[in-house]
């Protein structure tokens, strides 16, 4: 079992910045697929951002170029860097890892970002 914590939502302006960190009740050091998804109200869950299991990152259209997704394994933590926020990226925020071990996804439990205009 693998627990995850969001936390760094809030409320800002558009055009600033947030922080979003996720920490793992366990060690990430081995887990090669994780990633931030959000979700708008009455919209479906997308992903914007991940590492994928060959190693390299993906970022959605929307926020390439503003967002950045890194992670810490000596911390078990993963982050989610996002400038330049747009109203538009209002949601709620989950990080997500899947552990080839248990061969199942854990979920945290999101974190809400609002960006007002």
């Known amino acids: 079992q693998v627990q995850l914590v969001e936390s760094g939502g809030g409320l800002v302006q558009a055009g600033g910045s947030l922080r979003l960190s996720c920490a793992a009740s366990r060690s990430i050091f081995s887990i090669n697929t994780m990633g931030w998804y959000r979700q708008a109200p009455g919209k479906q869950r997308e992903l914007v951002a991940s590492f994928t299991s060959g190693g390299s990152t993906y970022y959605a259209d929307s926020v390439k170029g503003r967002f950045t997704i890194s992670r810490d394994n000596a911390k078990n933590s993963m982050y989610l860097q996002m400038n330049s926020l747009k109203p538009e990226d209002t949601a709620v925020y989950y990080c997500?890892?899947?552990?080839?071990?248990?061969?199942?996804?854990?979920w945290g439990q999101g974190t809400q970002v609002t960006v007002s205009s």
């Open positions: 997500r890892v899947y552990s080839d071990y248990d061969v199942k996804a854990y």
